[in-house]
């Protein structure tokens, strides 16, 4: 079965410094992830996605992870944290059978980030 | 193009209660899929709809149910609520399942908020 994995609860950071949001997956196959930012009482915000082709993606507001498939890990990072960036991620997978053509995403627990001045 | 549309953003029952919440999703998205996520639970997926027909559903009772119209607006029942209900319920869209270009983002609504007393 797929899954992912956010090690931790809670990542504080200063404004400023780089930050780092950790994600580990278990697939059967070629895995498709993604990262998703949610803000107080909001949706979820789509970030990036890792299909195929370069082990580093760029996504929105300046995020970037890092596909890395012999520690199977897909880790969130930014180069300069803003204090606006504070809220929840969540990495998820994809879970899909072409058979069957459903899209489903299975979640990890999400981490907050909070980024102070 | 718009987003995806929940409504109502906040509703407030009582034990027992029924209620049915709307998702429209984007245009030209046919798929609709419904997650609740609550403190303890995470997000769990509930179902998906393609085409007005269930694809895929989750671990959840029976008091949970689905439907999706032709011009593929979903809405979501819930029958004879308990206090566990109480959660976020997130309406996603995306393109349909078996298509080349579909690499499985899913696009989420702003949720609508559930208290049950």
């Known amino acids: 079965a797929q899954s992912v994995a956010q090690p931790e609860d809670q990542v504080n950071v200063a404004e400023g410094n780089p930050l780092t949001v950790k994600c580990t997956y278990s697939?059967?196959?070629?895995?498709?992830l993604f990262w998703y930012v949610q803000y107080p009482n909001r949706g979820l915000q789509f970030l990036l996605k890792?299909?195929?082709?370069?082990?580093l993606v760029k996504g929105s507001y300046g995020f970037e992870a890092e596909f890395n498939k012999s520690q199977t890990s897909f880790h969130l990072k930014k180069p300069s944290a803003l204090v606006s960036d504070s809220a929840l991620y969540f990495c998820?997978?994809?879970?899909?059978?072409?058979?069957?053509?459903?899209?489903?995403?299975?979640f990890g627990a999400g981490t907050r980030l909070a980024v102070h001045p | 193009k718009a987003g995806v549309t929940q409504t109502p953003r906040y509703l407030i029952k009582t034990r027992g209660q029924q209620v049915t919440l709307s998702c429209s999703p984007i245009?030209?998205?046919?798929?609709v899929s419904w997650y609740q996520q609550t403190p303890g639970q995470g997000l769990q997926f509930l179902f998906e709809?393609?085409?007005?027909?269930?694809?895929n559903k989750g671990n959840f009772p029976g008091r949970f149910s689905g439907r999706q119209f032709s011009n593929s607006r979903s809405e979501m029942n819930v029958s004879t609520l308990e206090l566990g209900d109480s959660a976020l319920y997130l309406c996603?869209?995306?393109?349909?399942?078996?298509?080349?270009?579909?690499?499985?983002?899913?696009?989420f609504g702003e949720g609508s908020r559930l208290t049950v007393l």
């Open positions: 996603a869209s995306s393109l349909a399942g078996g298509l080349a270009s579909n690499t499985g983002e899913l696009f």
């Open positions: 697939v059967s196959g070629n895995p498709y």
């Open positions: 890792y299909i195929t082709g370069d082990n």
């Open positions: 998820a997978v994809r879970d899909y059978m072409f058979s069957g053509g459903y899209n489903k995403l299975i």
């Open positions: 245009s030209g998205h046919r798929s």
């Open positions: 709809y393609f085409s007005e027909t269930q694809r």
